[in-house]
């Protein structure tokens, strides 16, 4: 008998994977948390039935949203992580020796240990001494700093559940705050294609460039997210994403990917027109 575990992408859409076993079952007090293993993408994190990532396709996301912002920041020494309990952000941001500091900021203690044992691939930088881990909520966390972080990064779940106070106006604000004069912050900001995730997508953008001086979208293919087709947001203070790209810089730091190149860089942030549309139509309204 075959298994299969399938997300809903909308009301008419889902995305099934053939599943060999589920190795974790288990509820915390935010959240369900599962772990599967699957022939095709290894073994892979659901939480609440919302696929979060593969083994075989985590690294896309990963670099993108960690390499983007440290191939045009100078100087990033001080980190901030919201959420990002799986550990791949923090494995990638590793590779950085002139990084000082990671505060990483997660909800869900369970998530950071469940991904230990059972996602060691991503999980795999926790020990790493620049690292202080702080369980608590994001929102409240980011509210109490000023003028403290070179870099932002806001790894969420979806806007709705334990994610959802990491997609209002006050947060965007409270980063803006919180990082230096010449700071970026950089998020997760859902896919544009099926209706109910590109209005996700719009209000999350409408309310950080609110914000932020600059702000800019680029994009990645990530086959097991709704439509493959998914976005970024990148907001700076003082950095354009590409003027002051740092290619020669970024590459002599010799980082083994598997995605991200200074050249993809560059043409992550040329969007379909339908995607720019979406775009314009929000930021004429602030």
Known sequence: ??????????????????????????????????????????????LDGYMMLTEKDEFIYHEMITHVPMAVHPNVKKVLVIGAG????????????????IDMVEIDPLVVEVCKKYLPKTACRFHDERLTIHYEDGLKFVRSRENEYDLIIVDSTDPFGPGEGLFTREFYGNCYKALKEDGIMVNQHESPFYDADATAMQRAHKRIVESFP????????????????????FASKKYHPLKDLKETAWNMHSIPCKYYTTTLHKGAFYLPAYVEEMLKDVESEC
């Open 1 to 46: 008998m075959d298994f299969w575990f399938s997300e809903a992408h909308t009301p008419n859409v889902k995305l099934s994977i053939k599943v060999d076993r589920q190795l974790y079952s288990g509820k915390s007090e935010f959240q369900r948390i599962d772990v599967f293993d699957s022939p095709e993408f290894g073994r892979f994190l659901a």
């Open 214 to 233: 600059i702000s800019r979208v680029y994009q990645a293919h990530i086959p097991t997210y709704p439509s493959g087709h998914w976005l970024f947001g």
């Open 86 to 101: 799986d550990g791949g952000v923090v494995r990638e941001l590793t590779h950085y020796h002139n990084i000082e500091h």
